[in-house]
Each structure stands twice: as structure tokens, then as C-alpha cells.
């Protein structure tokens, strides 16, 4: 597919992964449409972030999925989604599961009838590797028992499973991207990583729940690779793609990388109210990314050293934007 001849819709495009494409794909000269979820202060959020001679140009759209009329409207004369939009806090599943719920699966749903509707081209769904639960084997391939420990998790299994139903049912050509955990700039301290960065860069002490997790930490720049390849080739129609680094580290091992990078001194202290319910807990995720190796010629590039190297810089400059003693759900 030649995607420069497209009309591309982004769906929450004013998030942290969904900025980072965006902003990709307007500096390679696609023609983009964006959707953010409505709010009265007419916050765009973080596509603010992009420089301004970018984004004045690009068609953005408030709406919100679970409004299926609002979503067919946003989709007409629209070629390729890229659906990012979801709620994806998993501590906020716990307390919110029905938001969750009615966002990521009443919501799902809506693009891909929309799209199905409309006859889009593609859709490139966004799963998770959450999905996946705490490991039965590693690395995980995409074969992998899907496992619903969190109301996040089982909102995007059943998205999922949902893409997949519109694909045998109406040969809908949608894709499905697996990312495993993504960092980098722009990102919350809802994730870990900003978490510790923050804790080390203002405080003594890095305040966490369990450190014994382990997980696979992606850069962004490369999930965007990632997200413009399984667009670009029709052969991963119908398909899923693990999108990870193919190694693992304990959260504990993390934060004492990020800490040794930015406050040798600080202290890791664990702390009850952030530590995940014993069986929602999922203690380890590891991808397997040699589908993709193999299907769409993606491999990471950037190392987790350079990554966070990177995410350091961006947020020590950005510091005032994070409130560091705060455990943000």
C-alpha cells in the first residue's frame, strides 16, 4: 500500500504513543486526520507538543468512540486507521472497569463497524501484551493463552478478539500491533518509567509497588516503525505482530539502572498502596518478536541504555509537569 496516496485517521492521537505517530507521520508527508476525546477546554493534548508549523495544518476531530455516529462521521473518506484510542491504566481499571470497559470495547467496536461500513482500506489495531498475562512460557509468541488478570486486560482482549471477529466475518482488513511496554517522551507518570525518573530526579527515595515484575520496554520510536510497516505491507492483513525487544528486566533491576543514571544516591522503597492485587499481577512479559523479524522487517534499534538516556533528558526538562510524590493511577 502506498500510504502517501491515503487519507489516514488516527484515533487518540492526543496521547503519548498516539502524538509520537502522529507527528511521524506528518514529517513523511502523509495526509492525517486526528481524533481526541472531547473535553470542554478544547485540549488537544499532547499533539500540543508538536511544533506548531506541523500540526496547524492537520484536520483534528473531538469526539468519542462510544458514540458510534460520531465515529462513522470522523471515518467517511478516510483510507487507513490507525486505532489507538483506549483507556489503558490498569490501576484505574480496578476502580473504573466499566468505563474501561464501555471505551475499549463499545469503542472498538464502533471503528471497526464504521470502517466496515465506510469499506476503510485498513485498520491497524492496537492490542497489548497485558493481554497475555504473566507468562506461561518465554519469550511469548502470538500463539501465547490470552489471560484476562485486570478489567484493562480483559477490555482489550475482547478488542481484540473483535478485530478478529470482523476479519473472518467481513473480511474487514485489519492488523493487529502487540506492543510490549513502550517508554519515552511525552509519556505519564502513570508508567514506570517516568515514575522512577521523576522520584530520582526530585526526591531521596523512589517510592514503588513490586519490584520483582519483569518486562520488555520498547522505545517509541521503534513502535512507530512498527505501527507504519504493519500498515504499509497487505500481508499482515488478518495478522497479529508481537512488538518488543525480545528481553526482559525486573522492575527492581530497572530503577536501579534509572537511579544510577540520575541519582546514585536515591533509595528504592517499596510501598503497599502501589503494589497490584496478588492474582491481577502479571510477573512477567517477554516478546517474542521474530514474527515480525521475519513478516515485516522490524527489529528495535534503539537500546533501552539510549532510551532512557533519552526519556531522562526530555523530562528533566519537563519537571515541572510531574508531580513526583504522587501515585498517579
Known sequence: MNMKTKKILVTGAGGFVGSHLVETLITRNYNIKCLVRYNSRNDKGLLAEIPKNLINDVDIVSGDLRDYDAVLQVIKGIDVVFHLAALIAIPYSYKHPKDVIDTNIIGTFNVLNAAKNLSVEKVIHTSTSEVYGTALYVPIDEKHPLQAQSPYSAS???????????????????????????????????????????????????????LLPKRDYTYVSDTIEAFIQIAQLDTTIGQTY???????????????????????????????????PEKSEVNRLWADNSKALKEI????????????????????????RFQSKDYVI
Do not use: H
Open 156 to 210: 482489550k482482549i475482547s478488542a481484540d478478539k473483535i478485530a478478529e471477529s470482523f476479519y473472518c466475518t467481513y473480511d474487514l482488513p485489519v492488523a493487529t500491533i502487540r506492543p510490549f511496554n513502550i517508554y519515552g517522551p511525552r509519556q505519564s507518570a502513570r508508567a514506570v518509567i517516568p515514575t522512577i525518573i521523576t522520584q530520582a530526579l526530585s526526591n531521596k527515595n523512589v517510592f514503588l509497588g513490586s
Open 242 to 276: 508481537n512488538i518488543g525487544s525480545n528481553s526482559d528486566i525486573s522492575i527492581g533491576e530497572l530503577a536501579q539502572k534509572i537511579c544510577n543514571l540520575t541519582n546514585p544516591n536515591c533509595k528504592i522503597i517499596q510501598e503497599k498502596n502501589r503494589m497490584r
Open 297 to 320: 522487517q522490524w527489529s528495535p534499534k534503539v537500546t533501552l541504555e539510549e532510551g532512557l538516556l533519552k526519556t531522562i533528558n526530555w523530562i528533566r526538562s519537563n519537571l515541572q
